[in-house]
């Protein structure tokens, strides 16, 4: 009894010193030193030091002096931006709402999960920063929120400030429900095909259109009734007013350059093409347009429009100007962005900082956040990485990464924090709620068995006769 | 061992069945000798409480016993104010559950005149849908409870919760107060409308609410000058909400994790609504916001605990989930610290002693026992703004008082009396002896339940049959439950009720082994009744084949 009360302060102790190491940081300066620095913006650096200041970066150089500062030695080691993820459902408490083929008026935003370990696994892969999105059941989803992955805080923190607001459209086999049954007693939703889905956008807009006017007769005075506010075609607006950026899910080239056209027809410009698996079919129409796109850089063929890509999108994407970015979709994949940016070397041969860039810088631009971070440049974010070796490697992994100059993954410290999480562990075992049913308060129920139960008595008894 | 079980059944087997045949009269009453717990002053030890035409009359130690009264003598008796449950279903009768994915709210035969589905109309009352009758009551009132806060656990806007007395001959005469708050849980609509996801339900809320409050504006621009203005439509539905928009009616949000709480509160910001919150499994987490914002928590004393059973190659449960058993038996007292004002309230527990042994766990986890008494009785009453009729013993006030033998904290005591609005009624003694009789009676004695019964269980969408083997010793049942779903099971806690049977038994679905309780009526060779799983409720019926 004694010695576990010892090694349990011992725990306490270990645990608070932790704490204050990783989590205590935010106002003090970080000094990373002597690292290999890939700035995804200026091209590598040698031997480089990096002073953090108030989260921001605040000196790239060498020989930096700052006697306050924490010191990060990376002697050996390489430095990249955080990686951001364009295209995931991590944090989201539902992804798809799937009743109508219009779902603008439904947001991420409101079923954020900050508890969600994607969260912590994604920054032991050296993520900082995601597009979290609506799903694909519908032509129009619902608003995307764009995050910094830091984990641990409230909610409010997670939203990247200044991001600009988004949405996300479908195409393809999901939207016209070509993979789902229809629910007993429910007829199929429209649209169930390609034309349709369409037809549904454009109706969309054109209703949108007529919100916009109905609002602006009543702002001038024309009507006297304040029309009604439409969640649906609110968004709408403000994607025709090239306030909120559209991200499209789809798969086939046709009906990938078949929106583009509904958005000139409309006169608004598509943020992102995401998946975009046949996109290098149609490179110079995206180019032209500057749309970007966000790929898997080697998935394929799981269903029937997704079996015309090829390893090369990426290479011919950015071969004809286009901004490309390499997204995960999925809470796996999230964790190996670096080596999906590796791949688009070996295949066409895109030039390595090009190839970061699709991880870091270009994510950035497609979501409007590249002042704020995606490289290394004073001035921005210390969104940061620290890699045990080239990031390239499948053999390097990342020892530290830090959200605004705050480290939120320590690759040492979660080594050292495991023993401290299986004693927690075993002593939380032993309590008497996290006991199986049939074990529960054996020991009262064993007590109470020798005295005589009271008379017609539905006030008491322990807790543990619940069998 | 057995005996002592046994006995132990029988005894609560009689509470039951002599519940409905209670004799409840409303006369003039003194409780004498008896430590009264006023709750809003200080404890007499040593005093009487007289009660008068429903309402107290006076209390203290000097009181004189008047000449009329019934004294009842309250020497080693603790006198409390009437329990409240600070969120109940109870007087509800529970509508059967609709098929999955079958026809849509509006195709169904619909009575109302609201445009909005089942689920997202909070012109629906719970003072509306009250049945009167005592039975339904018994074990919740036998417990100490007088009062609960009612509200059917369904939809969105679950509807008007009502404050009632668990006695009166009609339902007018039970409530105390009508239509307090409007309940919210975040859950989808059924049958694939929108609402599907939690995406969906809170564009569903947040429409609404807009919606309201345009309409709010042209009612009463109608209302000023009607000339030359087309009638505005009249929307039951949204024209509910304008009060809640006004701040005059509270909104109260089913929410138990940090983050259910901090959605709720945000939306609760973003309309200006007064909002609590209901459950608050994790509102430690955020008593300082919930204090700044002055929400009030009705607090569930339904305490996670674990339902998986023993597994070896089963996965070791998440760490979180582990933490968050042993932290929520702590939370009533984090939450008195932070000075965040909280009721509670039974949540899904269907088992009275499970309330009083969590109460009693809250309190070995630092919440003083006299602020576990107040969140049962006056700060449930403030909350309500009932404080001035009811939830502590003072003259003038409402006559609901539990009597126990004993200390309400101590495992051995026992309810020996309740008044409810001044109607006592009194725990039954122990019968003689019990005897084999016919089902649904109510004579004490337990029903002959024991047989092979034919059972068919109708979850939402499937029928699957049964056979449950029931062989009775007195008020106790045992037997097994077999389908071809899954192997014959033992049934655990089987026992005779007041008008048929109820046992639960664990199956096991995909290595989760999951605890279902059936709960029937008996009528002769027949049987009805329900299916608490975690899955969700379902119906059952079944015959008794003949012997």
């Given at each position: ?10 725990g ?32 590598t ?12 970066i ?8 700052a ?10 080691k390489?430095?990249t ?9 991590a944090?989201?408490d539902?992804?798809?709402e ?11 935003s409101?079923?954020?999960?900050t508890?969600?370990?994607?969260i912590?696994?994604a ?11 609506h ?16 984990y641990?805080?409230p909610?409010?923190?997670?939203v990247f400030?200044g991001?600009?607001?988004?949405i996300?459209?479908a195409?393809?086999?999901?939207v016209?429900?070509a ?10 939703r ?24 109905k ?16 969640l649906?075609l ?13 991200h ?6 046709d009906?990938?350059?078949n ?14 093409l ?22 898997f ?29 390499l997204?995960s979709?999925?809470g ?48 921005k ?7 045990s ?22 690759r ?32 009262e129920?064993?007590?109470d ?8 008595t539905?006030v ?8 | ?12 087997l009689?509470?039951?069945?002599l519940?409905s045949?209670?004799s ?5 009453y003194a409780?004498?000798?008896?430590k ?16 008068r ?12 016993v ?7 003598d ?5 006198v ?7 969120r ?7 509508t ?5 994915g079958?026809?849509?709210?509006q195709n169904?035969?619909?009575?109302s005149?609201?445009?909005y589905?089942e689920?997202?109309?909070?012109e629906?009352?719970?003072?509306s ?16 409870f ?24 009609s ?10 708050a ?38 009463d ?12 439509d009249?929307?039951?539905?949204l ?64 305490f996670?605990?674990r ?6 190659e089963?996965e070791?449960?998440?760490?979180d989930?582990l ?6 038996p ?7 610290q932070?000075?965040?004002k ?13 309330f009083?042994a969590n109460?009693?766990?809250?309190v ?12 049962m ?28 033998k004993g ?18 009624f ?12 016919a ?6 004695a337990p029903?002959?339940v024991?047989?092979?019964w034919?059972l068919?269980?109708?979850p ?12 009775q ?8 439950l ?37 709960d ?7 049987v009805?009744?329900?299916?608490d799983t975690p ?8 015959t008794?084949?003949?012997?």
């Amino acid at each position: 009894m004694k010695r576990n009360w010892k090694s349990l302060l011992t725990g306490i102790a270990l645990a608070a010193m932790l704490a204050a190491g990783v989590f205590a940081q935010n106002g003090t300066d970080v000094l990373i030193r002597n690292a290999t620095v890939l700035t995804a913006a200026k091209g590598t650096l040698e031997n480089t030091d990096i002073l953090i200041t108030n989260g921001k970066i605040a000196r790239i150089g060498k020989n930096l002096r700052a006697p306050n500062a924490k010191v990060i030695d990376a002697t050996g080691k390489f430095v990249t931006p955080g990686l951001i993820d364009c295209h995931s459902h991590a944090m989201l408490d539902s992804i798809n709402e799937g009743s109508y083929a219009v779902t603008s008026m439904v947001r991420t935003s409101d079923v954020l999960d900050t508890t969600d370990v994607t969260i912590y696994r994604a920054l032991a892969g050296g993520v900082t920063a995601a597009n979290l999105l609506h799903g694909s059941a519908n032509p129009i989803g619902g608003l995307n929120t764009v995050v910094k992955f830091k984990y641990g805080r409230p909610m409010a923190e997670f939203v990247f400030p200044g991001a600009p607001p988004g949405i996300k459209f479908a195409l393809g086999e999901n939207v016209k429900r070509a993979n789902s049954n229809v629910q007993p007693g429910q007829s199929r939703r429209y649209p169930a095909t390609r034309m349709g889905t369409m037809e549904v956008i454009r109706d969309a807009f054109i209703r949108a259109k007529d919100y916009k006017r109905k609002w602006d007769d009543f702002k001038s005075g024309k009507t006297k009734i304040e029309p009604r506010r439409d969640l649906e075609l609110e968004p709408l607006v403000e994607v025709l007013e090239g306030k909120r950026l559209v991200h499209a899910h789809g798969y086939r080239s046709d009906e990938h350059l078949n929106l583009m056209l509904i958005a000139d027809e409309f006169g608004f410009k598509v943020a992102t093409l995401q998946h975009g698996l046949e996109a290098y079919k149609i490179a110079p129409e995206i180019a032209q347009r500057g749309t970007g796109v966000s790929i898997f850089v080697d998935y394929w063929g799981y269903k029937l429009e997704a079996y015309d890509t090829i390893p090369y999108n990426a290479y011919i994407l950015w071969k004809n100007g286009v901004v490309v970015s390499l997204n995960s979709d999925s809470g796996e994949r999230i964790r190996r962005l670096n080596l999906d940016a590796a791949k688009t070397m070996k295949y066409g041969g895109v030039p390595e900082e090009e190839a970061l860039k699709m991880v870091t810088l270009n994510p950035a631009k497609q979501l409007g956040v590249d002042k704020r971070t995606g490289s290394i440049e004073v001035g921005k974010d210390a969104d940061i990485v620290v890699w045990s070796g080239h990031p390239f490697s499948p053999y390097s992994h990342a020892e530290t990464t830090m959200v605004d100059g705050e480290v939120f993954f320590d690759r040492k410290q979660d080594l050292a924090r495991r023993e401290q999480l299986k004693a927690e562990r075993e002593r939380l075992e032993k309590l008497d709620a996290n006991l199986p049913p049939g074990k529960r308060g054996k020991k009262e129920a064993k007590e109470d068995d020798k005295e005589e139960k009271p008379e017609a008595t539905p006030v008491p008894t322990k807790g543990g006769n619940r069998k | 061992m057995n005996r002592v079980i046994s006995r132990a059944m029988l005894a609560v087997l009689c509470v039951l069945t002599l519940a409905s045949a209670m004799s409840a009269q409303v006369g003039s009453y003194a409780i004498t000798n008896a430590k009264i717990v006023t709750v809003s002053g200080s404890v007499i030890e040593k005093g009487t409480v007289v009660i008068r035409n429903g309402l107290i009359e006076s209390v203290g130690a000097g009181v004189k016993v008047p000449a009329d009264a019934k004294v009842l003598d309250g020497e080693g008796m603790t006198v409390y104010p009437g329990l409240i449950d600070a969120r109940s279903t109870l007087g509800i009768p529970q509508t059967p559950p609709r098929p999955q994915g079958g026809p849509s709210a509006q195709n169904q035969q619909d009575e109302s005149i609201s445009k909005y589905p089942e689920g997202l109309r909070p012109e629906v009352t719970a003072a509306s849908k009250i049945k009167a009758g005592e039975a339904q009551f018994a074990s919740q009132r036998n417990a100490g409870f007088t009062t609960v806060l009612t509200i059917e656990d369904d939809g969105i806007f679950n509807g008007q919760s009502a404050l009632i007395n668990l006695a009166g001959e009609s339902a007018a005469e039970m409530i105390v107060r009508p239509s307090w708050a409007q309940h919210v849980s975040f859950r989808t609509l059924r049958g694939g409308n929108f609402p599907t996801s939690l995406m969906g339900t809170f564009a569903a809320l947040r429409q609404m609410f807009l919606d309201a409050r345009r309409h709010a504006k042209i009612l009463d621009m109608y209302e000023k000058d009607p000339k030359g203005m087309k009638r505005p439509d009249r929307d039951i539905s949204l024209e509910a909400l304008i009060p809640l928009l006004k701040g005059d009616q509270p909104v109260v949000f089913t929410a138990n994790t940090e983050r259910e709480i901090v959605r709720a509160l945000d939306l609760a910001k973003e309309f200006g609504l007064k909002a609590y919150i209901s459950g608050g499994q994790e509102s430690w987490k955020l008593a300082g916001r919930l204090k700044e914002e002055n929400v009030p928590v009705l607090l569930s004393l339904d305490f996670p605990k674990r339902t998986l059973s023993e597994h070896k190659e089963a996965e070791p449960e998440p760490l979180d989930t582990l933490r968050l058993r042993a932290e929520v038996p702590k939370n009533p007292a984090r939450l008195k610290q932070a000075g965040v004002k909280f009721a509670f309230h039974t949540g899904e527990l269907k088992n009275m002693r499970e309330f009083f042994a969590n109460a009693r766990e809250a309190v070995a986890n630092g919440l003083s026992e006299a602020d576990a008494i107040r969140a049962m009785t006056l700060s449930a009453a403030e909350i309500f703004g009932v404080e001035k009729q009811t939830g502590s013993i003072e003259a003038g006030k409402i006559a609901n008082l539990v009597v126990v033998k004993g200390d309400l904290f101590d495992e051995k005591a026992s309810v020996s009396h309740v008044f409810v609005d001044g109607r006592e009624f009194e725990q039954p003694k122990r019968p003689e002896r019990p005897a084999g009789n016919a089902a649904g009676n109510t004579s004490g004695a337990p029903a002959n339940v024991a047989g092979t019964w034919n059972l068919t269980i109708e979850p939402p969408g499937q029928t699957i049959g049964a056979t449950l083997v029931v062989t009775q010793q007195g008020g106790m049942i045992t037997g097994s439950l077999s389908s071809p779903l899954f192997p014959s099971t033992p049934l655990r806690d089987g026992r005779v009720t007041a008008n048929g049977f109820g046992f639960t038994v664990t199956v096991d679905v995909g290595g989760t082994a999951l605890d279902v309780v059936f709960d029937g009526r008996v009528t002769g060779n027949e049987v009805e009744g329900t299916v608490d799983t975690p899955q969700g409720p379902a119906v059952f019926r079944g015959t008794r084949t003949p012997r």
